[in-house]
């Protein structure tokens, strides 16, 4: 299977903004879930956020609420998150991954991971 592929992510102030997108050759991406993942070194996978396929419902964990956004163009097959208000404690890898549904606390769930991209917020 394709794996995924993520890109967008850099070194941002705190306070700012960065647009990460998913994408995948080959691999129609409206047929599944797609979810964003983060990990730090040395701390577990956290599930960030979700989008289902059905009918684009979208999930957030806590800490994201309110300030990251996720959608989906189908026409150019890819998922984005829209992250304002970065802060520190979001530093991280972040992963997208497809599923069947959006359960972000079973990350067993999700497969064809992407080699993540980084995301570095420091003043």
């Known amino acids: 299977q394709a794996q995924l592929v993520e890109s967008g992510g850099g070194l941002v102030q705190p306070g700012g903004s960065l647009r990460l997108s998913c994408g995948a050759d080959g691999r129609t991406l409206a047929y599944y879930a797609i979810g964003w993942f983060r990990q730090v070194p040395g701390k577990e996978r956290e599930g960030v956020s979700c989008i289902s396929s059905s009918d684009a419902s979208t999930y957030y964990a806590e800490s994201v609420k309110g300030r990251f956004t996720i959608s989906r163009d189908n026409a150019k097959n890819t998922v984005y998150l829209q992250m304002n208000s970065l802060k520190p404690e979001d530093t991280a890898v972040y992963y997208c991954?497809?599923?069947?549904?959006?359960?972000?606390?079973?990350?067993?769930?999700?497969?064809?991971w992407g080699q993540g991209t980084q995301v570095t917020v420091s003043s």
């Open positions: 991954a497809t599923s069947f549904g959006c359960r972000l606390n079973r990350d067993y769930e999700f497969g064809s």
